[in-house]
């Protein structure tokens, strides 16, 4: 089951994730993620969070499961293990770009602490984690940037194809990245051999296995 978590913050133009948050199975708001929601008239299903920041009155329709202000989990984060809960084996993350930079890299690390979560769409810009033995194609704008970076404790091995600079040769030492690659044409492809690794994109074009 596919879950979309629409977080606080800033988020990306309505238009760009409708049909992501309409071919889920499920939808849960986090926090003041309601608000978003509520103005670009998503359904939901499940509002999480202390609701201290939520604008709009909650809907009494849509289950609501409110936690105290102080806690060791973000409500993004508890909104992500909510769907786990409710059966999701994939999870979306919409939003959570701006405001707080300790919120922002928070939102980082749920991809090594939360392994249904494979996708994150920002206000400009779009994440997506490739785990070793898959081979992803990302669909694309000829010359838009691609930007990778290694992920996690184990050592990163990656074959490109369709990039300006293929990466099959780097060898990705400790805190080593590629930033502002280029995809030559409308599509290029990602295949980790060893390790994790965060492809960065512009919101352009879609994204596909």
């Not at 993620?33 to 202390?50: I, K």
């Not at 609701?51 to 936690?67: G, R």
């Not at 206000?123 to 669909?139: I, K, P």
């Not at 194809?161 to 599509?187: F, P």
Request: charged share 20%.
């Amino acid at each position: 089951m596919k879950a979309v978590v629409i977080a606080g913050g800033n988020h990306p133009d309505f238009s760009y994730v409708r049909k992501i948050i309409e071919n889920a199975d499920l939808c849960i708001a986090a926090d003041s993620g309601y608000d978003w929601a509520v103005a670009n008239g998503v359904s939901l299903d499940v509002l999480v969070g202390d609701f201290d920041s939520i604008q709009a009155k909650p809907d009494v329709s849509i289950l609501q499961k409110q936690f105290p202000v102080d806690k060791d989990r973000t409500d993004t984060e508890i909104s992500l293990d909510e769907a786990q809960i409710l059966g999701a084996d994939e999870c979306i993350l919409i939003g959570g770009s701006g405001g707080r930079l300790d919120h922002l890299y928070g939102h980082f690390f749920l991809f090594s602490r939360k392994p249904g979560i494979k996708s994150w769409y920002l206000e400009h810009d779009r994440v997506f984690l490739v785990n070793s033995a898959e081979n992803v194609t990302f669909l694309v704008q000829p010359n838009s940037r691609v930007s990778v970076f290694p992920y996690g404790n184990t050592s990163v091995k990656i074959n490109s194809r369709g990039l300006k600079w293929e990466l099959d040769t780097v060898k990705w030492g400790s805190g080593q990245c590629g930033i502002s690659n280029i995809a030559i044409d409308t599509e290029f492809s990602i295949d980790v051999l060893t390790g994790q690794v965060l492809v960065i994109l512009p919101h352009e074009g879609e994204y596909g296995y």
